[in-house]
């Protein structure tokens, strides 16, 4: 573990003394881009604290449908997993590596202690969930009140805000996947959103026209 580098990337989240007991019983972790990081009835051991990369959380429906929930940045952690940490159930969530990642895992067991010790984590897990409840209400709107268009070329954005590129290597078969719709539907909605000049798109290749 590169102790600086985990002190410099979680500096401005926790003071000195928390720092130092998430670098002595943390474990540190990288995975490559679509490594599968949990999985959904998985036993949950450890949650993740971002340090770089990102990480898409779904979840499926009875039908083995896959939803997107919300994406994980530097800095974050999984509020799904610290529910299923403070019930002490099985994981609810998929979590998947949208890119190169790495991460501390934490032990379960110091969650609970660490927020009766340490302002600054109970305002980090405060804070966790009230972003992830605003981002899975965005995602219930996205679906009940969005045509499927709008929500193609939200994801393609939010995608592309999330690699910091918008140049994206992603197949329609994936995307579809992910929106839970058919590979036909979405062939023909980006044949749309290319010809209003919103993206351009080639084999396995997807560029957002604009994503800032």
């Not at 990288?30 to 051991?45: W, Y």
């Not at 499926?60 to 919300?70: A, Q, V």
């Not at 999984?78 to 529910?83: D, G, H, K, P, S």
């Amino acid at each position: 573990m590169d102790v600086s580098f985990v002190k410099d990337q979680i500096e401005y989240l926790f003071e000195p003394e928390l720092i130092d007991e998430i670098i002595e019983k943390g474990e540190y972790r990288e995975f490559d881009q679509g490594a599968e990081l949990m999985d959904i009835g998985q036993q949950i051991t450890h949650f993740p604290l971002l340090l770089s990369g990102s990480l898409k959380i779904m979840t499926e429906d009875e039908e083995g449908n896959e939803l997107l929930l919300y994406y994980l940045e530097m800095g974050d952690t999984c509020a799904m997993t610290l529910q299923c940490c403070l019930k002490e159930n099985k994981s609810k969530i998929r979590a998947i590596a949208e890119e190169k990642t790495r991460m501390i895992l934490i032990p379960v067991a110091l969650m609970e202690e660490w927020i009766v010790r340490y302002q600054s984590w109970r305002r980090f897990v405060f804070d966790s969930y009230n972003n992830r409840l605003n981002e899975m209400l965005e995602a219930v709107d996205n679906l009940a009140f969005r045509n499927l268009e709008e929500r193609l070329y939200k994801y393609l954005r939010d995608k592309a805000l999330i690699n910091s590129n918008a140049q994206l290597r992603i197949t329609h078969h994936q995307i579809a996947q992910e929106l839970n719709t058919s590979r036909v539907v979405i062939s023909r909605l980006m044949k749309k959103l290319e010809q209003q000049g919103k993206i351009t798109h080639d084999r396995n290749m997807v560029s957002v026209s604009e994503f800032a």
